[in-house]
């Protein structure tokens, strides 16, 4: 069954400290997408990134990075720097390959981070 | 510049009422999809929509009723309101079929129920 865990349910770092938010994913397709959503406390759902299963190539933006390693299957987000403003529920999410019944997203418990000046 | 609108924000109901919850998206979407959000659970999914008169069973989609008459608008019934359904609740829609597309959120309807 296709699955994401977020093992750290909740994180707390001084500003200007880099931190990582874990993600380990679970499934059998070999074609297959990953994302990550941040929740901030307005409640909101930003989208942030997307990664697919053949492109294992780091990302990074601005102060955003993310290290996807298939053979570990994991896809894991680091923020360099830390501010108050990255204070928000982070959350990974699977998507798996098209079929007839649509493209939803299994979403991992999230990563609760928390900034303090 | 509305992206996914969700009607209404805030809602308290009491056990056995009904209510319906409104999405719209003016993304001309193909793809609607309706969530419940629970502490320490992450986003879950009730019910989807691949088209304008389609509609789907997601995860958790008892006590659940959704219909998508218009291809902008998706709809969440509560035929009979009961307090494990009090949640948040993210309407999102996807462009395509295709899983890289990235599905946009509404910023939720938060229901409580007595």
């Known amino acids: 069954a296709q699955k994401v865990t977020q093992a750290q349910t909740e994180i707390s770092v001084v500003e200007k400290e880099d931190v990582t938010l874990d993600c380990v994913y679970e499934?059998?397709?070999?074609?297959?997408?990953l994302f990550w959503y941040k929740q901030p406390p307005s409640g909101e759902l930003v989208f942030l990134i997307r990664r697919n299963s053949f492109d294992e190539q780091n990302e990074i933006s601005g102060r955003y990075s993310w290290n996807f390693q298939k053979s570990t299957s994991s896809f894991n987000f680091t923020i360099t720097a830390s501010q108050v403003v990255d204070s928000a529920v982070y959350f990974c999410?699977?998507?798996?390959?098209?079929?007839?019944?649509?493209?939803?997203?299994?979403f991992g418990k999230g990563t609760t981070l928390s900034v303090s000046s | 510049n509305a992206g996914v609108t969700q009607t209404p924000k805030f809602r308290v109901l009491k056990t056995g009422q009904s209510m319906t919850l409104l999405c719209a998206q003016d993304m001309n979407h193909e793809y609607m999809y309706w969530y419940r959000q629970d502490p320490g659970m992450g986003l879950r999914l009730i019910h989807y929509?691949?088209?304008?008169?389609?509609?789907a069973k997601g995860e958790v989609p008892d006590g659940y009723n959704v219909s998508r008459l218009k291809k902008q608008n998706f709809l969440l019934g509560l035929e009979s309101a009961a307090p494990s359904q009090t949640s948040v609740y993210f309407c999102?829609?996807?462009?395509?079929?295709?899983?890289?597309?990235?599905?946009?959120f509404g910023d939720g309807t938060r229901l409580s129920i007595l």
């Open positions: 929509s691949v088209g304008e008169g389609t509609t």
């Open positions: 999102a829609s996807s462009l395509s079929s295709y899983s890289n597309q990235p599905q946009h």
């Open positions: 999410a699977l998507s798996e390959p098209a079929n007839q019944a649509g493209t939803a997203l299994i």
């Open positions: 499934t059998r397709d070999t074609t297959y997408y």
